[in-house]
């Protein structure tokens, strides 16, 4: 027994510190993590539950890589984010044992065609037009708990071509990482390979060919993406 077609190629990311890499299965998104950004997007940040919506994993785009503007937009922003890689999983996971599902930690961009998701959210239409499309999830390597623990504090930030645009500390977060893993959790069942990209400070913004991105969080390095 063969397969018809090819099977598409398992989607991985690198690990910092060892030549193998972490498969990804899934990638949920939080929207609306941190209050400041809730504003700028035009709503109340006070602590309802989270929502999540999902990126593909071959959106994903690997540290190196440019990201082609995408088609059908005028409007594509960036929005830094810190990125949690699950080495296992569940349904109902409490919160004081979700950190034991985590593998590691990376520096992500939930890269947004926002006129396509505005109108979308208009509509009350789903938002993959406007967040699933090609390379619209650029990535960078993995660090390993082991190497970084896990990072419950800490700078979070975005330069574009230099200038600080993005600036947040990931204590800022509204759900923390343990909440919004129990939580999809009572959703979802979690497994080994999921990705979940933890939202995005204040200072969103639009990008255009030949801008350089450099992303940091503290203690999970820098990503650094150019558009093109
Ligand atoms: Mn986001």
Redesign the pocket.
Known sequence: MGYVISPPPVVTLPVLGTDDTFPVRRIY???RNYAEHAIEMGHDPSKEPPFFFQKNPDNLLVEGQDFPFPPKSKDVHF?I?LVVALKSGGANIPVDRALDHVFGYAIGL?M?RRDLQGEAKKLGRPWEIGKAFEHSAPCGPIHPVSKVGHPASGAIWLEVNGEMRQKGDVNQMIWKVPEMISYLSEYFVLAPGDLI?S??PAGVGAVKAGDRLRGHVDGVGDLNVSVV
């Open positions: 998104c939080i929207g929005e984010e939930d947004t990209m939202g995005t």
